[in-house]
């Protein structure tokens, strides 16, 4: 864009050099004067030799109009020169902005590019990691504890029951609030003991097993993407809507529930429920699997068990998904 303009005021500081019908214009001029003058000069006067102020209008009329003519036509060809001179600079100036717009996008698309590259290897060393933590969940965390599987058989698929039709599941402890907020947070690390054990206990119960299940795919599905939700900063809603949802109730005074504000996530998460079958049919599975334990959770649970509820990852990914899919509509 420079370019074309530097050119542009050099071409206006340059001496403006004669154009053809500049040269014709004084050719003719001249020629017509000469001529004109001749004949005057030559021809026979009157015998009294006096003229008449008409007579002498019209003589400077002829001398002068074919002049005036002249230049008229010229100065229309100096300034259709100047235009095509002046529409060949817009031209120029135009094709350098236009190249240098295109080289700019390159820029940034290659910036781009590089992004997304780092972005794919972020994902890809995600998810290296989450295979990493997942394999603990079946490693020995401390000596001398009982390890689990991360996924359990149903009783309808051979688990051994006792007598009078009664599974070992059925005899283990009702989970408490606190673990089964902690367990639908999942482990902060590799480290995070009292998270493991939190999640253990809660694949030992059938209902909070299925929704740790569903979470987990969830969760890595959208980290495929890059959305986490450590990363999430949500409005919080007070406990009393968690209830008011709870019971079945929707719509505007529900819909603060939905309080994920990054555009980026939502239009990821939104586009990805459109295209991937896999994923839709996960987060489907998902919003009813966290549905069906709110229900069960909000009688027996505080405000404060209920707030803490919110802030899991568990939680916060029902937000996103839900607000997605209109959910709290």
Request: net charge neutral; with cysteine; hydrophobic share 45%.
């Amino acid at each position: 864009m420079g370019t074309g303009l530097g050119k542009a005021k050099e071409t206006q500081d340059e001496p403006r050099s004669l154009s053809s019908a500049e040269l014709i214009g004084y050719s003719v001029t001249f020629i017509w004067l000469v001529g004109a003058g001749a004949f005057f000069y030559f021809a026979p006067s009157s015998g009294d030799g006096s003229m008449d102020s008409l007579r002498f209008v019209m003589t400077l009329v002829a001398l002068f109009l074919p002049v005036a003519v002249i230049w008229v036509a010229a100065s229309a060809a100096r300034t259709a020169r100047i235009y095509r001179e002046e529409t060949e600079r817009l031209r120029s100036s135009i094709d350098d902005m236009r190249q240098a717009l295109f080289a700019e996008r390159e820029a940034k698309s290659k910036a781009i590019t590089g992004q997304v590259e780092e972005k794919l290897a972020a994902i890809a060393q995600s998810a290296q990691k989450t295979e990493t933590v997942l394999a603990t969940f079946s490693s020995a965390r401390q000596q001398g504890r009982v390890q689990l599987p991360l996924a359990k058989p149903e009783p309808s698929d051979g688990q051994p029951s006792l007598a009078l039709g009664t599974t070992a599941e059925e005899l283990q402890p009702p989970l408490s609030n606190a673990i089964l907020i902690r367990a639908i947070n999942f482990p902060e690390s590799d480290q995070d003991a009292d998270g493991f054990a939190a999640l253990r206990a809660a694949l030992k119960d059938r209902q909070a097993r299925q929704l740790v299940q569903a979470s987990q795919d969830v969760l890595t599905l959208l980290s495929q993407d890059g959305i986490y939700m450590d990363d999430m900063r949500p409005d919080r809603a007070r406990p009393e809507i968690w209830r008011r949802f709870a019971k079945g109730e929707r719509g505007r005074a529900t819909a603060v529930l939905g309080g994920i504000r990054d555009r980026s996530c939502l239009a990821l998460t939104s586009a990805r429920m459109r295209e991937d079958a896999i994923f839709r049919d996960a987060a489907h599975h998902f919003l009813r699997r966290f549905d069906q334990m709110l229900v069960a959770f909000e009688p027996q649970a505080t405000d404060e068990e209920i707030a803490a509820l919110s802030e899991t990852r568990t939680a916060r990914a029902f937000m996103l998904v839900g607000r997605v899919t209109g959910a709290f509509d």
